[in-house]
């Protein structure tokens, strides 16, 4: 594996962490502004939520060719034309003169993260030997921390000041710092020009996964059992079946089924999927309770996240300095168990609002996940052979993007078991009338059983993470000599 000098390596850490804390900034930016991008494009509550759910499905799909691509025409190109994109579409998405092309901009805004974010973990395990590599990426994961925190502080001011496109135009002069970062400091090494783009793999996983968050998104509203949603869910699975068979017949797949051979890489991406779960939705669960059951503003029940993401600062460091210290697989089961612990606290929520039992299993989460999540992007990271990690970087986030959407639809699925979806939608968004109060103990139970729902997922992923204890056993690929 290739290192980067000394001082060269910290300039590139810094222009990739730059990078996830604009993308990041501009997710928790644009959850704010939904009620009043709603109001001010005249769109339906359904349509803004889709806002949401167009930019994940393309940072999705398009996270395993641009893993791959990395791999073939060199990672600095991806990188930076990821930026590209992104700027323009965001830029875009701020001039937006109807909800349709809000949704297409976001659709493209997407894109261009994806090329970004799927580039951006193997130029840091590139640039840093082993006995370093934690603490960068612990450094590189206290971007997303940021933008959590200051996402919802900058965007409430923003949207209450000068209007909601301004939660696009402030990302804007952060990107060209990145882009001029990322031409001075990044090294470009191609790996195989000769390669050809896996259409048939990307096609079919394309339209399989979004066959899956369709399904996942409106089987409530349809019946999980109505012809829609069973159609739906055997189209999806012809589609997957279809991928999983091209993949075999590829001569360079998109998705590097070969990477499933090394164990503790199969068994992190397990991990990664039921740890994402468990945690992504745990501030759209809080959301409906601080404003729809005890109606606090959307101002206090920003501040009243900020515990989920401040402790990180401290612990994502100290967490990839323990994964280089210790190993990752000890690090990993610490902070699954604390983070299912602190989902369990938090799983006895009441009508009458006290501050302290919501931040301080918010504190153990925070902390839990600042140890766990660097230590297990080492562990899958560090399994996978040095000339794949394009193609590794892409499936890992592509199964925590998966975790994502999968999330929020457990905490939909359990809220819209107590409320009807309109209401549910209205409460999240923080524009419903106040509950009665049959109707609130149900919302407050509902969200209780969903952060218990999240327990199990946390102990799946406990579970899934018992082989990264055991030794990494060299495993000899095809066509190489030298062995992982």
């Known amino acids: 594996m290739e ?7 910290w300039w590139i850490l810094a222009v990739v962490t730059l990078v996830a804390f604009m993308t990041n900034l501009d997710g928790t930016i644009v959850v704010v502004g939904l009620p009043r991008m709603v109001a001010g494009l005249h769109i339906t509550v359904t349509t803004g939520l889709w806002t949401l759910t ?91 921390v ?25 990302a804007i002069p952060f990107a060209f710092v990145g882009l001029i970062g990322s031409w001075i400091v990044l090294e470009d090494a191609p790996r195989k020009s000769e390669a050809k783009t896996d259409w048939a793999g990307a096609v079919t996983f394309g339209l399989g996964l979004v066959g899956l968050l369709l399904m ?22 012809a589609l997957m079946a279809t991928f999983v068979a091209a993949e075999k017949r590829q001569r360079q797949p998109m998705f590097d089924l070969g990477l499933l051979r090394h164990r503790h890489y199969l068994s992190g991406l ?11 939705a745990t501030t759209f669960l809080l959301t409906i309770y601080l404003q729809g059951a005890v109606h606090l503003s959307p101002q206090n029940a920003g501040l009243m996240l900020v515990p989920l993401s401040a ?5 994502g460091p100290l967490g990839g300095s323990l994964a280089d210290r210790f190993g990752p697989a000890r690090p990993v089961l610490i902070g699954i168990i604390g983070m299912a612990v602190g989902s369990f606290w938090l799983g006895h929520l009441s009508a009458h609002f006290a501050a302290w039992p919501v931040i301080m299993p918010l504190l153990l989460i925070s902390a839990s996940n600042g140890i766990a999540w660097p230590s297990l992007t080492k562990a899958v990271m560090s399994s996978a052979p040095p000339h794949r990690t394009g193609s590794a970087s892409g499936m890992f986030f592509t199964f925590r993007n998966v975790g994502m959407a999968l999330s929020l639809t457990v905490a939909l699925v359990v809220a819209e078991a107590s409320l009807p979806p309109a209401v549910a939608s209205q409460i999240y968004l923080g524009t419903s009338n106040l509950l009665n109060q049959a109707a609130k103990g149900a919302l407050i139970h509902a969200t209780n059983m969903g952060f218990w729902v999240f327990v199990g997922f946390y102990l799946l992923a406990l579970l899934s993470s018992l082989p990264l204890l055991a030794p990494h056993k060299q495993v000899l690929e095809p066509g190489h000599q030298e062995a992982l």
């Open 54 to 144: 167009s930019y994940i499905i393309t940072s999705t799909v398009f996270l395993l060719p641009a893993g791959r691509w990395s791999d073939l025409v060199g990672r600095k190109k991806i990188f930076m034309s990821g930026l590209v994109i992104f700027t323009a579409a965001t830029f875009l998405c701020g001039m937006a003169p109807s909800g349709t092309w809000l949704l297409a901009f976001r659709l493209v805004q997407g894109t261009g993260a994806a090329l970004a974010l799927a580039t951006a973990t193997p130029i840091i395990v590139s640039a840093f030997p082993p006995v370093q590599l934690g603490r960068a990426l612990g450094i590189n994961s206290t971007s997303w």
């Open 311 to 315: 402790p990180q600062l401290i612990m």
């Open 216 to 237: 996942m998104s409106f089987g409530q509203e349809w019946g999980w059992l109505s012809d829609r949603t069973l159609g739906l869910a055997a189209v999806t699975l």
């Open 3 to 9: 290192h980067t000098a000394n001082s060269r390596k």
């Open 146 to 170: 940021m933008g959590s925190i200051v996402g919802p502080v900058v965007g409430g001011f923003l949207v209450g000041s000068v209007g909601w496109r301004w939660i696009f135009f402030v």
């Open 270 to 280: 397990g991990v990664t999927v039921s740890y994402s779960i468990g945690y992504f």
